[in-house]
C-alpha cells in the first residue's frame, strides 16, 4: 500500500462515496506504524515516551458510515477488543500509546480503570494519566497543562478524534503515572 493510500485511509477516504465505489482495500487491523496523516512529533524535553506516541495520533478521527481501522487498533489492546469506532474509545487510546512505548497498560476499555494502574500523583506532570468523571463512567487523557479551572489533556474519543481539550477540575478523579510493575525505567 502507497503512502498516499495510507493517507487515504486514515482519513477516511478509502470508504465507498455516496456513488457507493470503494478507493482502496481494507488495512490491517492493527498497524503499528505512525499515523501517516500526522508528521512525526519530536519529542519535548523530558516528555514520557507515550505522550509522543499520542501526539503522533492527534487527527485521527471517527468516520461515519464505515469504521477507522485505526481506531480500531486502539480497541485490539484491550480486552473488550470492540469492532466499532463509535464504541468508547479514549482508554482504548490510552493503553494503545502506553504499549506503543513498551509499556503495560490496563487493558481495560473502562477510563476508570486507569485509577488503579502505576501510582498516584498528588501533583500533575507532563504526560500523566488524568482520569476524569463523567456521565454514564469516565474519561482519561494525557494531562499537558493546567488552565486555572480546567486541565488541558491528550486524549482519544474527545469530539469523536485524539485531539487536546480542557476538562474541569472539578471532574478530575486524579493523576498516575506509571512504575517498574508497568515496565517504567526512567
Known sequence: MSLADII????????????????????????????????????????????????????VRERRGGENERILAYHATTSLRATED???????????????????????????????????????RVGAVAVFSQDGGGHVGFYLGDKGDTVEVLGGNQSDSVSITTYPKARLLGYRWPTPAEGWTP
Open 86 to 124: 463509535e464504541v468508547p474509545w479514549c482508554s482504548a487510546f490510552a493503553c494503545w500509546c502506553v504499549q506503543q512505548a513498551g509499556l503495560k497498560s490496563t487493558r481495560s476499555a473502562a477510563a476508570r480503570s486507569w485509577m488503579t494502574w502505576g501510582q498516584p500523583l498528588q501533583a500533575p
Open 8 to 59: 487515504r485511509k486514515v482519513l477516511g477516504a478509502d470508504k465507498p462515496s455516496s456513488a457507493g465505489a470503494a478507493t482502496t482495500a481494507p488495512a490491517p487491523a492493527a498497524p503499528a506504524q505512525p499515523n501517516p496523516a500526522v508528521p512525526a512529533a519530536a519529542p519535548a524535553a523530558g516528555e514520557p515516551p507515550w505522550l509522543t506516541v499520542a501526539r503522533g495520533e492527534i487527527g
